[in-house]
């Protein structure tokens, strides 16, 4: 009979220490859940701001590229009428449908400053091209650059619980 209310003390205090072990355990459980959802707070706020800012950052980019778009499309508007020819016998970069020589008859100062125009045209042209280019050039980068900032398609928060081992 004292071995048997031993052992029933003994089994009584194992059952306690078992329900102490099972209290620590579910609280050390809620206290890691609460810092779970603080962390998960903590990032979707991130990714909040952060996809925040790329959308400030695309928007500012989608205003610079229709800023480049009309400004190529003021240029092709511009090589559109040069290209057209004008009625005084003119075509593309100002020179004239027929063969003028500098030293036919006509006064000098006119032949000069029609040289000089000429001159001028080939400059802007010249300089028309190099704009040209650099639009292309910057159209690229910041087509590459969009490219490189937009988030892969189908990414979204939603998708934290399967990256995560499931809900605890």
């Known amino acids: 009979a004292k071995l048997n209310a031993a052992n029933r003390h003994v089994e009584e205090e194992v059952h306690q220490l078992m329900k102490e072990l099972e209290t620590k355990q579910l609280q050390e459980e809620a206290v890691g859940r609460v810092n779970l959802q603080g ?12 996809m925040d800012l790329l959308r400030e950052e695309q928007g500012e980019e ?19 009428l040069r290209d057209k020819g004008r009625p005084d016998g003119t075509q593309a970069g100002g020179r004239s449908t027929e063969n003028k020589c500098l030293n036919d008859s006509g ?26 280019k650099e639009v292309r050039d910057m159209r690229k980068k910041l087509a590459e ?10 990414f979204s928060m939603d998708d934290d619980d399967h990256l995560s081992g499931g809900s605890l």
């Open 145 to 154: 650059k969009t490219r490189q900032t937009q988030p892969p398609p189908g």
């Open 62 to 80: 989608q205003q610079l590229t229709e800023q480049l778009r009309q400004q190529d499309e003021s240029f092709e508007r511009l090589r559109d």
């Open 107 to 132: 006064s000098g100062s006119e032949a000069s400053s029609q040289f000089s125009l000429d001159r001028g045209r080939q400059t802007f042209e010249r300089r028309e091209r190099e704009l040209m």
């Open 39 to 50: 962390q998960r707070k903590i990032a979707q706020e991130a990714e909040q701001r952060r």
